[in-house]
C-alpha cells in the first residue's frame, strides 16, 4: 500500500450506504451464548452465567440498533439530537469501514483474486491465500469502524466497566461489521440518557480496538496496511496504519496565553521554553520525525519546581502560547491537555487506562502536543508510599512506561511537563525520567520585583516609574548568560562541599576524564545520580550544544522554514549548531545535581520537622496529663 496520504473519495463512501442502513436497521447475527442469560438478575445490570458448560452453542439473535437508540426516550416518537447524532454516526462508520476494507483489497491481491472467485471457486494454494486476504480485511474494516466511532464520538463523564467485547467474526467484511454492531447494540441497551448513550458508545469503541489489537498476531496478511495514512476530510477522521487514534478530536484550545515579557524572572526556564516551542515546529509529519531528535537536544520530557506563587502556570501558559500561535501560522493541528488529580478513579484500573489515554491523545503523531501534568506530586505516588491511593500507584507506572519505557518512541513531535511545589515526593524513578529540571523560583532582583509590580499594576495611575530601565532585566539572552554563568560553581551546600574538594584534589577540568571524576565524587556524596542521570545531563549538554537560536522570520511564513522538507529542515538547523566546551559542561552537571541534592535536602528537612513536631506533641500532652491528674479529672 502507498505509504503516503490515501484520501477516499466520497463517490466511494456513498456507494456502501445502502448497506450501511440495512445494518443499523435489522442485522441477524450468530452469537455464542457462552452460558450467559438473557435475562438481567433483578437490581443488577449483570446476567446469569450458568456453571454448566454449554460447549460452543450459539444462537441466532435479531439486532436492530435503531430500535435500541430510539428506546433511550420510549415517550417520544422523534429522536433527540444526539440520538440522531449516534445513528448517523454508525451509519457513516460502517460505510468508511467498508470503502476502506475496499482500500485494502485494491493494495493487495485481494481484488483479484475475489473476480477470480467470482468466475470459478478457487481451490488449493489460492483458496488458502484468498481466506487469509478475506479474514484480514474484515479485521481491517472491524478496526476502522472502532476508529471511527472512538474519534468522532465525543462524550464527557466517568466511563462504565461493564461495557464487553463484540463477538467478532472475521469471515467477511460485512460479518465483522455485523458482529461489531452487535456489540453495539448490546453497550447502549439500557441506557436511561442521551449523554449515557455517547458515554457507552465511546466506552464500547475503546474496548473493541483493544481487543481487536489483542488479536492482531493472528492475521498475517496485515502487512499493507501497517504503513497506511487514510483521511477523510469530511468527517476531520485520519486512519495510520493501527496507531491507536487519541481519545478525543481536538477541540479549539481555551487558555490564557502569555508572552515572555510577561514572565518576570525564571529565566533559565522561560529560554528553553521558548526554544523548546520552536523545537517542536521543526517536526516532519510526513517523515513523522524532528532533526532535533536526531542532531540532539530535544527535550521529551521535563521537570519544572519551586515554590507556590512562583510562575509554573505561567510558564505553562506562555509555553501553550507559543506552540499554538506557531501551529496557527503553519496550518498544523495542536493538541494541548492536562492530567490533573480529577482523573484519578475510584475503579480499578480506571486511573491507569484515563493516564495512558492522555499519554496517546498527547502523542498523537498528526498533531503537535504539549501534556501538562501539574502537581505532579499529588497525581503520581512514591512506589514506597503505602498511603497513597490504587489509582496513583497506577498513574507512576504508566508515566514511567511511557516517558523512557521498553516501547517509548520519540518522534519530536510531543513534549510534557510536569509541575510540582514538592519534588521531593515525586518517586525517584519517575523524576530521573525528566530530561531537564527547571527551577521556578519567580523573581529574584529588585529589578525583577520593579518589572512584575509594573506589570501586574497596570497603567490606571499617573505615578512615575523612578530610576529604572522597565523589562532591561527580562531581555532573555542577557538574562540568560548570567543564569548559566552562575552555575559555573553549586548553589547547594552539599554539592558545594563535593566541588571544593574536587578542585582541591584535581584542579580546574580539562579533560573528560577529569568529569568522570567529578561525576563519580557527585555519585558517592547523592547515590540517586545514577546513570540516568548522566543521560540527563548529557543529554542537557548537548541541548546547550544546540543552543541556537532558530531565527524568528523562520516562523512568521510556514514556507520559509516549516513546510520545507525533513532534509531541508535539518541541513538549516545543522548550519547554525556549534560545538559544546568544557564550561558548558561543567554548568549543566552542576545544575542538574543542585536539583539533586535540593530534593534530597527538602526531603530530609521535612523528615526532621515531622519528627520534631511529633515530639513537641508527645510533650505537650504529657504536660496537659499531668494537669488533669493533679485536678484529678485523669481517668486513664
Excluded at 161 to 170: G, S, Y
Excluded at 610 to 634: P, T, V
Aim: aromatic letters at 8%.
Amino acid at each position: 500500500m502507498d505509504t503516503g496520504l490515501t484520501t477516499i473519495p466520497e463517490a466511494d463512501i456513498e456507494k456502501h450506504r445502502g448497506t450501511a442502513q440495512s445494518m443499523i436497521t435489522r442485522v441477524v447475527v450468530l452469537e455464542d451464548t457462552s452460558g450467559q442469560s438473557a435475562t438481567p438478575l433483578a437490581g443488577t445490570g449483570r446476567r446469569f452465567v450458568s456453571t454448566v458448560s454449554t460447549g460452543s452453542v450459539r444462537r441466532t439473535r435479531e439486532v436492530e440498533l435503531a430500535k435500541t437508540v430510539a428506546a433511550v426516550r420510549p415517550d417520544d416518537q422523534l429522536m433527540t439530537i444526539p440520538q440522531h447524532t449516534l445513528l448517523y454516526r454508525a451509519r457513516r462508520g460502517i460505510a468508511i469501514a467498508l470503502a476502506v476494507s475496499d482500500v485494502f483489497a485494491r493494495a493487495g491481491e485481494l481484488e483479484s483474486l475475489q473476480a477470480k472467485n467470482a468466475r470459478a471457486p478457487l481451490d488449493g494454494d489460492d483458496a488458502a491465500r484468498f481466506r487469509k486476504l478475506l479474514s484480514a480485511s474484515a479485521y481491517v474494516s472491524a478496526f476502522a469502524f472502532a476508529s471511527y466511532l472512538l474519534q468522532l464520538i465525543d462524550d464527557d463523564g466517568e466511563a462504565p466497566n461493564d461495557v464487553r467485547e463484540p463477538d467478532f467474526l472475521f469471515d467477511t467484511p460485512q460479518d465483522a461489521l455485523k458482529s461489531m454492531v452487535a456489540g453495539l447494540d448490546g453497550a447502549l441497551s439500557g441506557a436511561k440518557a442521551d449523554t449515557e448513550l455517547a458515554l457507552r458508545a465511546r466506552t464500547f469503541a475503546r474496548v473493541a480496538v483493544d481487543g481487536l489489537l489483542a488479536r492482531k498476531g493472528r492475521f498475517d496478511g496485515l502487512g499493507a496496511f501497517e504503513d497506511a495514512h487514510i483521511r477523510i476530510d469530511a468527517d476531520d477522521f485520519t486512519l495510520d496504519g493501527f496507531d491507536v487514534a487519541p481519545g478525543k478530536r481536538s477541540k479549539p484550545l481555551e487558555m490564557t496565553f502569555k508572552k515572555p515579557e510577561e514572565v518576570v524572572g525564571n529565566h533559565i526556564a522561560k529560554y528553553q521554553s521558548v526554544k523548546l516551542a520552536k523545537m517542536l515546529m521543526a517536526y516532519d509529519f510526513d517523515r513523522q520525525m524532528n532533526p532535533f531528535v536526531e542532531l540532539g537536544g530535544f527535550l521529551f520530557t521535563f521537570i519544572g519546581d519551586g515554590a507556590p506563587g512562583t510562575g509554573k502556570t505561567t510558564l505553562i501558559q506562555m509555553i501553550a502560547g507559543l506552540v499554538n500561535g506557531y501551529c496557527q501560522v503553519a496550518g498544523y493541528p495542536f493538541h494541548y491537555e492536562n492530567f490533573g488529580v480529577d482523573q484519578i478513579s475510584s475503579y480499578q484500573g480506571k486511573s491507569g487506562q484515563n493516564c495512558r489515554a492522555f499519554i496517546d491523545n498527547v502523542l498523537n503523531p498528526r498533531a503537535i502536543g504539549f501534556g501538562t501534568i501539574d502537581d505532579i506530586d499529588q497525581v503520581a505516588a512514591k512506589r514506597s508510599d503505602d498511603r497513597a491511593s490504587a489509582g496513583q500507584h497506577e498513574i507512576t507506572g504508566v508515566l514511567m512506561s511511557a516517558f523512557s519505557g521498553a516501547m517509548t518512541v520519540i518522534r519530536g513531535n510531543s513534549t510534557f511537563g510536569m509541575f510540582s511545589n514538592y519534588p521531593e515526593n515525586v518517586d525517584d524513578a519517575l523524576r530521573q525520567r525528566a530530561g531537564a529540571r527547571w527551577l521556578v523560583d519567580g523573581p529574584q532582583t529588585r529589578d525583577d520585583y520593579i518589572d512584575i509590580f509594573v506589570l501586574l499594576a497596570g497603567k490606571n495611575h499617573r505615578i512615575e516609574l523612578g530610576d529604572h530601565q522597565l523589562y532591561a532585566a527580562q531581555e532573555i539572552q542577557r538574562a540568560v548568560d548570567t543564569a548559566y554563568e552562575s552555575h559555573a560553581k553549586p548553589h547547594e551546600d552539599g554539592l558545594m562541599n563535593v566541588y571544593e574538594r574536587f578542585m582541591k584534589e584535581n584542579g580546574q577540568p580539562k579533560t573528560l576524564a577529569d568529569v568522570g571524576t567529578y561525576l563519580h565524587m557527585i555519585k558517592e556524596a547523592e547515590p540517586r545520580f545514577t546513570g540516568r542521570a548522566i543521560k540527563n545531563v548529557t543529554d542537557a549538554i548537548k541541548m546547550r550544544a544546540m543552543d541556537i537560536e532558530l531565527p524568528d522570520d523562520w516562523f512568521e511564513k510556514p514556507e520559509t522554514f516549516m513546510h520545507k522538507g525533513y532534509d531541508e529542515k535539518k541541513a538549516m538547523v545543522e548550519e547554525l549548531r556549534g560545538p559544546f566546551d568544557m564550561a558548558m559542561v561543567m554548568q549543566e552537571i552542576n545544575r542538574y545535581a543542585d536539583s539533586e541534592f535540593r530534593y534530597s535536602d527538602r526531603a530530609d528537612d521535612a523528615a526532621v520537622e515531622k519528627l520534631l513536631r511529633d515530639q513537641r506533641l508527645r510533650e505537650r500532652a504529657a504536660r496537659e496529663m499531668e494537669e488533669l491528674k493533679a485536678k484529678g479529672l485523669w481517668k486513664a
